[in-house]
Antibody
């Protein structure tokens, strides 16, 4: 069974940094596209970043230059590092597996809550 | 960036009726890369439709997707009480992804 489990959320001050982790089981992080999608409280879904099976990385304009997506093949884990956090980065961050062909978000973790506030 | 605009923002219907949800793109979107999701409060989004018209595994056949180019539609025929939720469309182009802002389907 494919599972994704996020960790690393919490309360962070504006201007601070975070590192989210997503432990993957049931498949390898190197054989699938993986992505982060976030949802601010009471708001809609927003795509954040993707790493494809070749290791190429892509970012939404809203986080470009502040975010880095990466993966650890030995730990079979996906990461998202963000710096210079803003209040508007407050959201539930979902780790997702993306279908390699149809490009939909196939499997979702339960999410990690990040709150940026002073 | 491709912007997806969903309409209406809120749709009020009764069980048994048919819901028609629209998703419009400012620029061409390949049907291959258009998906629809359902999300209920406190739950993870659930894939309904991909490839614009292909139902995901386990999705009842009252859900159907159609459209091409810049106009896509999700139709829910014979609404069941459990169908009242938020619905999002999503597209992909050149490894960039966007969601629509959502349509709330309410009783």
């Amino acid at each position: 069974e494919m599972q994704l489990v996020e960790s690393g959320g919490g309360l962070i001050q504006p201007g601070g940094s975070l590192r989210l982790s997503c432990a993957v089981s049931g498949f390898s992080v190197t054989t699938h596209y993986l992505s982060w999608v976030r949802q601010a409280p009471g708001k809609g879904l927003e795509w954040v970043s993707l790493i494809d099976n070749g290791g190429a990385m892509f970012y939404a304009d809203s986080v470009k230059g502040r975010a880095t997506i990466s993966r650890d093949t030995a730990k079979n884990t996906l990461y998202l590092e963000m710096n210079n956090l803003r209040v508007e980065d407050t959201a539930l961050y979902y780790c997702t597996r993306v279908d390699n062909y149809y490009a939909f978000f196939h499997n979702w973790g339960q999410g990690a809550l990040v709150t940026v506030s002073s | 960036e491709i912007v997806l605009t969903q309409s209406p923002e809120t749709l009020s219907l009764s069980p048994g009726e048919t819901a028609t949800l629209s998703c419009r793109a400012k620029h061409f979107v390949s049907s291959t890369y258009l998906a629809w999701y359902q999300q209920k409060p406190g739950q993870v989004p659930r894939l309904l439709i991909y490839g614009a018209s292909i139902r995901a595994t386990g999705i009842p056949d009252r859900f159907s997707g159609s459209g091409s180019g810049t106009d896509f539609t999700l139709t829910i025929s014979g609404l069941e009480p459990e169908d009242f939720a938020m619905y999002y469309c999503q597209q992909h182009v050149r490894s960039l992804y966007t969601f629509g802002q959502g349509t709330k389907l309410e009783i």
